[in-house]
């Protein structure tokens, strides 16, 4: 095995791994080298459960999902000679996407610190192409959040609440709008942005100020759903600092609380053209999108 080409052991590994019955601890412990591919095979793609998959993973031990199953790298460390330390290598393989399920969500207010650290135990987060996040932030412990988010750099990035989609709840809160946009702004890489249910702290402007037109050339989309304290010149300010963005889409999004009134185009408009601009000049029909989802059971709401 090892006078072969790594990427021809790559490739047998994925096979025994994906298709065998053989349990992937059995395969694992045979060689050290062998140890090492079938790491970098399991945490290309990521998925955390709970808290403590985070914190095992970080601290050099970890329990990956795939494929809907639990894969126990803890019981291949106890197992794989110990070639450094206590750990089965000094820096988790490179991951391409990373999933945070909705049952990791805790009151621990310390969850984006563990989130940090578990950046911090990868090699590399070069490959990154996708974070997924169906977790809620706290006001306490919000300033964790661009320790965590700035440590990263991917194509696709998505955070939304962890509770069920007809439920209207707040995951980001306020005091986590701002560091997440100071995170952000250095995301060069950026290519399609999904933020909901997000409670705005200076009414979007730290989403226009976070966006460069140098740093995210890349950027094509952006979707924001289930947010309040929205600024109707806010997403108008985004598109004239991106050129190159092809649309934000709006779904839900309210110029005050949940219990007022949604931000439609015409909102939009009559601001832009009270300060004395042309609407029509600035070219914005076709790449800004309103939509309702969601209607309040509760006020008579019916998307309007």
């Known amino acids: 095995m090892e006078a072969l080409p790594i990427e021809i052991g790559v490739q047998i590994l994925t096979y025994a791994i994906t298709d065998h019955p053989t349990p992937i601890s059995s395969i694992a412990i045979v060689h050290s080298s062998w ?36 894969h126990h790298l803890a019981s291949i460390a106890d197992n794989v000679p110990k070639h450094s330390g206590n750990r089965i290598c000094k820096a988790a393989p490179s991951p391409c996407t990373i999933f945070f399920l909705p049952s990791i969500t805790t009151t621990d207010v310390s969850l984006f610190r563990h ?41 696709y990035f998505s955070w939304r609440s962890p509770d069920p989609d007809h439920h209207f709840s707040i995951s980001i809160v306020s005091l986590a709008s701002d560091p997440l946009s100071k995170a952000m702004s250095t995301w060069s890489n950026l290519q399609h ?9 200076s009414r979007g402007w730290e989403l226009v100020n976070c966006f ?24 108008v300010g985004i598109l004239l600092k991106l050129p190159m963005l092809r649309k934000i889409s709006l779904v839900d999004v309210y110029l005050g609380s949940i219990w007022g009134k949604r931000l439609r185009v015409e909102d939009m408009k ?10 029509d000049a600035l070219n914005l029909n076709s790449r800004i999108v309103c939509g309702v ?12």
């Open 35 to 70: 140890a090492a591919i079938v790491l970098s095979i399991l945490h290309k793609n990521l998925i955390f459960k709970n808290l403590s998959q985070l914190i095992g993973f970080a601290q050099g031990y970890s329990s990956t999902g795939r494929s809907g199953e639990n």
């Open 115 to 155: 989130i940090s650290a578990m950046f911090q135990s990868c090699a590399s987060l070069e490959r990154l192409e996708r974070v997924d996040m169906r977790v809620n932030s706290h006001m306490k412990g919000a300033s964790e959040v661009y320790n965590a988010l700035s440590q990263i750099n991917p194509r």
């Open 193 to 201: 942005l999904r933020l909901c249910n997000m409670h705005l702290l």
């Open 212 to 235: 460069d037109p140098n740093i995210h050339r890349n950027l094509e989309t952006i979707h924001i759903g289930q947010t309040v304290q929205m600024d109707p010149l806010s997403p």
């Open 270 to 279: 009559w601001v832009v053209e009270d300060r004395g601009h042309n609407w």
């Open 293 to 304: 989802e969601r209607e309040r059971i509760i006020g008579g709401d019916r998307g309007l």
